[in-house]
Nanobody, 128 residues
């Protein structure tokens, strides 16, 4: 069974950085596409980036600018989301989710309905 576990969230000041991890077990990243989502208080869950494990392509939503970067750790079968220049508006629960390569196409705004497996999320709070 495919399982995803996020970690790395926490409290940070505006302008700071955090690195989130998405550990994947029960499947190889080579066969999946991993979406990153976040849900701010009182708002709907939104997809903002995607990693294509089949070819290591990365997709980012335009609103992020160059603040967020995805990377892969093959040895750990894990994805990282490096978040820089964090803003108060980035406060949210962050989720990673996986979809099998033949069932999903990556984009900068992945759709939650297309994902098959979800982590439980990690909270990022950006505050003074």
């Amino acid at each position: 069974q495919v399982r995803l576990v996020e970690s790395g969230g926490g409290l940070v000041q505006p302008g700071g950085s955090l690195r989130l991890s998405c550990a994947v077990s029960g499947a190889s990243l080579d066969d999946y596409r991993i979406g990153w989502f976040r849900q701010a208080p009182g708002k709907e869950r939104e997809g903002f980036s995607c990693f294509d494990g089949t070819d290591n392509s990365k997709y980012y939503g335009g609103s992020l600018g160059d603040r967020f970067t995805i990377s892969r750790d093959n040895a750990k079968n894990q994805i990282y989301l490096e978040m820089n220049k964090l803003e108060v508006e980035d406060t949210a629960v962050y989720y990673c989710a996986a979809a099998w390569k033949k069932n999903f196409i990556c984009s900068g705004h992945p759709k939650a309905a297309g994902m098959e497996y979800w982590g439980e999320g990690t909270l990022v709070t950006v505050t003074t």
